[in-house]
């Protein structure tokens, strides 16, 4: 174990190495923060890391999708993000799969890009109820930092 030292790898993410990879730095099963924030895969790899029980996960979110939609792109780790609003997952389905992982959604950023979840033994009643996409959904407001939406698209292909 390497307390207190910061230790790092530089190597492309996968659902399929992720376990290995945390495991290859010695992370342990109980930590801190988890920041996710893989465009394309990102669901999917927070899944892969069920073994993991961080206090705090922060997931990108496709904001571009409505708070009532359930939708994930399909898992492809050769793939990366074209730049468009074909990426990621909608906020429900990550609140669906945050429930799985035993985190409660407990708000989102202003932007309408990242997804703050606490573990649900240390929500208590610190935290805005109920703990749902409808209710902590921001939309997407990429305009206020000078960047453009992503162009629309239904497919990597744009």
Not at 125 to 130: G, I, K, L, Q, V
Request: charged content about 20%; hydrophobic content about 40%; aromatic content about 14%.
């Amino acid at each position: 174990m390497h307390q207190g030292r910061l230790r790092a790898l530089q190597t492309s993410v996968t659902a399929a190495n992720v376990s290995d990879q945390f495991e290859q730095l010695s992370v342990p099963t109980d930590f801190g923060l988890l920041s996710l924030d893989i465009d394309r895969n990102t669901y999917w790899v927070w899944e892969a890391l069920s073994a993991y029980r961080p206090k705090i996960s922060v997931v990108e979110y496709n904001a571009s999708l409505p708070p009532r939609v359930d939708w994930k792109v399909e898992y492809s780790p050769e793939l990366r993000w074209n730049g468009s609003s074909y990426f990621g997952a909608s906020l429900t389905v990550l609140e669906n799969l945050g429930r799985r992982l035993g985190f409660s959604l407990v708000g989102c950023d202003f932007m309408g890009v990242n997804a703050f979840f606490v573990r649900a033994d240390l929500c208590g009643d610190r935290f805005a109820e109920p703990f749902t996409a409808v209710n902590h959904y921001e939309p997407p407001r990429y305009g206020l930092t000078n960047r453009q939406a992503h162009p629309p698209a239904f497919s990597d292909l744009g």
